[in-house]
């Protein structure tokens, strides 16, 4: 997964690990896929990739929503007129994937 800069945290055994791709800020584990700035929200989201067994393929974590507040220049003529905070793009090396080892029957 060389050039991705997510966190990434191999979990449970000594492998082999479930593959992932990331292109951008969409996230796929064993063809099932997610738009990691849609999963955010104002806290931490954790979304898991499951087995059709319940096991965990993977965990991704995603961190809360950013803002940036508007700059105030002063000008505003009517008192409580301002502008709202702009939401920030996702920055994904703040994002988490933790794996989990998959069984040898299984494709990554």
Known sequence: MEGNTLAVRHLGGSGP?????????????????VDLEALQKRARVA???MCEDG?????????P?????????G?????????????????VEDVELRLYPR???ETA
């Open 17 to 33: 690990y479930w593959e992932y791709e990331l292109d951008g800020a969409t996230l796929t584990i064993d063809g099932e896929s």
């Open 47 to 49: 979304h898991d990739f």
């Open 55 to 63: 096991r965990y393929k993977a965990t991704v974590i995603v961190p």
């Open 65 to 73: 929503v950013a803002y940036e507040l508007p700059e105030d220049d």
């Open 75 to 91: 000008d505003d003529e009517e008192e409580g007129e301002s502008e709202p905070p702009e939401r920030l793009p996702l920055k």
């Open 103 to 105: 069984k040898d029957k």
